[in-house]
């Protein structure tokens, strides 16, 4: 039977999980190599309702440039980290992985231990589901990448976890949505173009929204937060919908779900 860690390390984790990411950027940083978190992590570093969000992360993910490819990877060996081969291989270069011992194992001894701490880096695209190119767009926040991309990310995942929905809904309760003038807005214009040139990422996204309202009953909300997240689910859809399309792009939509229009994701070690 499964033995859940208490709060207190958990949260002990998560911090330093954090701090571990933010010494990996800020060294990175002084060589002149562009690092930024994303994922979980980065849903974490920019929400504020902490007793909502918090969960259970298993590695750090991070972005980059494929051109510091060489570079990241010895700044991790230099930090401790030995990279795992395989992944760079399996992805073509588009993803690396390193992973040093675990320093949480005898604190986390009873509740499923993991033995290495994990950290993936995605080189110029994030890659999952749906490739969405972030080369351009790294400096503009600090330590993550913007919370418009942020959630991008989270949107076009074809099947939706449990993290993946939290995720979503703590930025969605803690962010507002505005223009790319404010780095702690989500910037509802730039996810509308990105969907309006690609109907697979577009169809994606539009069903997660849709599944999103309809499972937003079954988390520990008030009402009027439940009220306040519809609404800004309700108002993505309404820009994505808008926003103007091409002629291949409708021709695309027409064809549908009769062709494959994401990538099957596979799990990594």
Same mark, same amino acid.
Request: proline share 2%.
């Given at each position: 039977?499964?033995?859940?860690?208490?709060?207190?390390?958990?949260?002990?984790?998560?911090?330093?999980?954090?701090?571990?990411?933010?010494?990996?950027?800020?060294?990175?940083?002084?060589?002149?190599?562009?690092?930024?978190?994303?994922?979980?992590?980065?849903?974490?570093?920019?929400?504020?309702?902490?007793?909502?969000?918090?969960?259970?992360?298993?590695?750090?993910?991070?972005?980059?440039?494929?051109? !510091?490819?060489?570079? #990241?990877?010895? =700044? +991790?060996?230099? @930090?401790?980290? %030995?990279?795992?081969?395989?992944?760079?291989?399996?992805?073509?270069?588009?993803?690396?992985?390193?992973?040093?011992?675990?320093?949480?194992?005898?604190?986390?001894?009873?509740?499923?231990?993991?033995?290495?701490?994990?950290?993936?880096?995605?080189?110029?695209?994030?890659?999952?589901?749906?490739?969405?190119?972030?080369?351009?767009?790294?400096?503009?926040?600090?330590?993550?990448?913007?919370?418009?991309?942020?959630?991008?990310?989270?949107?076009?995942?074809?099947?939706?976890?449990?993290? !993946?929905?939290?995720? #979503?809904?703590? =930025? +969605?309760?803690? @962010?507002?949505? %505005?223009?790319?003038?404010?780095?702690?807005?989500?910037?509802?214009?730039?996810?509308?173009?990105?969907?309006?040139?690609?109907?697979?990422?577009?169809?994606?996204?539009?069903?997660?929204?849709?599944?999103?309202?309809?499972?937003?009953?079954?988390?520990?909300?008030?009402?009027?937060?439940?009220?306040?997240?519809?609404?800004?689910?309700?108002?993505?859809?309404?820009?994505?919908?808008?926003?103007?399309?091409?002629?291949?792009?409708?021709?695309?939509?027409?064809?549908?779900?009769?062709?494959?229009?994401?990538?099957?994701?596979?799990?990594?070690?």
């Amino acid at each position: 039977m499964e033995t859940v860690a208490p709060l207190e390390l958990i949260l002990s984790t998560r911090e330093d999980m954090i701090a571990e990411a933010k010494r990996i950027i800020d060294a990175a940083r002084e060589q002149g190599i562009v690092l930024r978190l994303i994922g979980g992590l980065a849903v974490r570093f920019h929400c504020k309702t902490l007793d909502f969000c918090e969960r259970d992360h298993g590695d750090i993910d991070m972005v980059g440039h494929r051109r !510091d490819t060489e570079r #990241i990877a010895r =700044l +991790l060996a230099v @930090l401790g980290y %030995g990279e795992v081969v395989h992944v760079r291989q399996a992805t073509e270069g588009r993803q690396l992985q390193f992973s040093r011992e675990c320093r949480h194992k005898e604190e986390w001894a009873h509740y499923q231990p993991h033995d290495n701490d994990h950290v993936d880096i995605f080189l110029d695209n994030f890659k999952m589901d749906h490739a969405i190119d972030l080369t351009d767009r790294f400096g503009l926040d600090h330590y993550t990448i913007t919370v418009t991309d942020v959630l991008l990310t989270k949107l076009q995942i074809a099947k939706l976890t449990e993290k !993946d929905e939290r995720d #979503i809904f703590t =930025l +969605l309760q803690d @962010l507002e949505l %505005g223009s790319g003038d404010d780095p702690e807005a989500i910037d509802v214009q730039h996810i509308a173009q990105l969907c309006a040139r690609d109907w697979g990422l577009f169809h994606d996204v539009r069903l997660n929204l849709a599944h999103l309202s309809a499972r937003l009953e079954a988390y520990s909300l008030e009402l009027d937060e439940r009220g306040r997240i519809r609404a800004k689910l309700k108002r993505l859809e309404e820009a994505i919908d808008g926003h103007p399309k091409s002629g291949g792009w409708r021709l695309r939509g027409k064809i549908g779900e009769r062709l494959p229009w994401h990538e099957t994701v596979e799990e990594q070690d």
